[in-house]
C-alpha cells in the first residue's frame, strides 16, 4: 500500500483448513457438524478457506491444531473452535456409526440453547459432565471464538521457536509478558496449574513452578497427549504432567558411581519443573558424564504422545519416555524398556549441527 507518507508492504495470510468438520475443530458452524462424514479422500485433500463473516482471519500469524479442536492467533487475539477441553467423549464419538454420532452432536448443541428435548438432552448432559460433575464450560464451539489471556496479556509473535501448541483436550500458548498460559483437561496435572484436583481448566491461566510462583521468560511450548514442555530463555527445560512412563525424564539413578538402576519416575507433577539430568554414556565403558553449564542449555523441544524430545547446546539430541522397541538388557532380556531419563540418540554425525527435532506418536 502507498500513502503520502511512506511505502510499506502488508502481507496478508489466508488460513486453509481439511478434514471431518463434526468435532467442530473446523470452525464452520452448527450446520458444517452436522452435515455426513466425508470420504477420506476429501477429508485429506480437499482444503477450504477459513471463512467467518465475524471475523477477518486474512491475518493469522499462528495456528495449531488439536485432537478435536483448533487455535489460532489473529491480530494478536487468540480463537478457539471445536471441544478444546475434552478427547474421551471424542473418542467415544468416534467409535458409533455417524448417523448416532450425528444425533449426539445435534443435542449437544442444543443444550446450550436449552431446547425443549428434555429426557435425551439430559441423557447426552450427563455424558459429557466430568469426572467433577461440573458440565463443560463452553464445551463445543462450533465456530472460533475469542479467549482473552489474563492481565490484558497477548499471544506473543511467533518467532523461531513453537509458541503456541495444541494437543487432547489441551492448549498452550506464550503471552507477551514471558507467561505461558494453558486450559483444557487437566486430569493428568497437564495444565501444569498447581492442582491435582482441578480437573478441568476453563480459562487459560498461567503455569506455575513447584514453589506456586508463575513460570517466567517462556520461550518455547509443546504438548504431548498428557504431558508438556517449555523452554525459557536461559535454555532452562520444564516438564509437568504424566510421567508414568517417563514422559517427564524425572527419574533418578540409584548409585551414579556403578551402572544400577532407575528409581521409578513421577506419576503426575501439576507444576512446571525444571529438567536438567542430561547425561553422555560412553559406549566403550558405560561411564556417564553430566552435561554442565552452557553445554547443558536446551535450544530445542519436541513432545510426542509419551515421550520427549530435545536438542542441547552441546550439539547432542535426547529422547525419553514410553519406548516399545524391544532391546537387549544385557541380562538376556530383550522386553521392552521406557526411558525414564534423557537418552542421548547415537549414531548422528558428528560435524554437522543439529537444527531442529521432532515427535511423532
Known amino acids: ?5 511512506s511505502n510499506y508492504w502488508l502481507k496478508r495470510s489466508i488460513t486453509y483448513m481439511a478434514g471431518q468438520p ?43 491444531a488439536g485432537w478435536g479442536h483448533s487455535v489460532l492467533v489473529q491480530d494478536d487475539k487468540l480463537y ?29 448443541l442444543l443444550l446450550d440453547k436449552q431446547d425443549e428435548w428434555g ?17 463443560y ?17 497477548v499471544p506473543i509473535s511467533r518467532t523461531t521457536h513453537n509458541t503456541l501448541a495444541a494437543s487432547a483436550g489441551l492448549t498452550a500458548i506464550v503471552g507477551s509478558s514471558g507467561r505461558l498460559y494453558t486450559f483444557g483437561i487437566n486430569q493428568r496435572g497437564q495444565c501444569g496449574i498447581g492442582s491435582k484436583q482441578q480437573h478441568h481448566c476453563w480459562e487459560p491461566t498461567a503455569v506455575v513452578r513447584a514453589n506456586r510462583e508463575v513460570l517466567e521468560g517462556v520461550q518455547s511450548v509443546d504438548l504431548g497427549l ?28 540409584k548409585d551414579h558411581k556403578s551402572s544400577g538402576e532407575l528409581e521409578s519416575t513421577v506419576d503426575i507433577e501439576c507444576c512446571a519443573v525444571p529438567m536438567t539430568d542430561f547425561f553422555i554414556v560412553d559406549t566403550n565403558d558405560k561411564s556417564r558424564s553430566r552435561l554442565r553449564g552452557s553445554n547443558a542449555r536446551v535450544k530445542k523441544i519436541s513432545a510426542g504422545w509419551n515421550h520427549s524430545a530435545v536438542v542441547t547446546d552441546s550439539n547432542h539430541a535426547f529422547i525419553w519416555g514410553k519406548n516399545m522397541l524391544s532391546v537387549d538388557d544385557g541380562k538376556g532380556s530383550t522386553k521392552p524398556k521406557d526411558a525414564l531419563i534423557p537418552t542421548c540418540v547415537q549414531g548422528l554425525p558428528q560435524n554437522l549441527e543439529i537444527k531442529d527435532i521432532t515427535c511423532g506418536s
Request: cysteine-free.
Open 226 to 253: 498428557q504431558h508438556g514442555l517449555a523452554l525459557d530463555h536461559e535454555g532452562v527445560l520444564y516438564v509437568w504432567g504424566k510421567g508414568a512412563r517417563g514422559q517427564l525424564g524425572l527419574a533418578d539413578y
Open 80 to 108: 478457539v473452535a471445536g471441544r478444546p477441553y475434552d478427547f474421551q467423549s471424542l473418542l467415544r464419538l468416534n467409535r458409533i456409526p455417524s448417523f448416532a454420532r450425528r444425533i449426539a452432536i445435534q443435542q449437544t
Open 137 to 153: 464450560k463452553q464445551g463445543l464451539l462450533p465456530r472460533f471464538t475469542l479467549m482473552e489471556l489474563p492481565d490484558h496479556d
Open 1 to 5: 500500500r502507498l500513502s503520502h507518507r
Open 119 to 135: 429426557m435425551l438432552s439430559r441423557a447426552i448432559d450427563k455424558m459429557f459432565r466430568s469426572q467433577d460433575n461440573e458440565i
Open 22 to 64: 463434526w468435532t467442530g475443530a473446523l470452525g464452520l458452524g452448527e450446520n458444517a457438524m452436522l452435515l455426513p462424514d466425508v470420504s477420506p479422500a476429501e477429508r485429506d485433500n480437499k482444503f477450504q478457506r477459513l471463512d467467518d463473516p465475524s471475523i477477518d482471519f486474512n491475518n493469522v500469524t499462528d495456528a495449531a
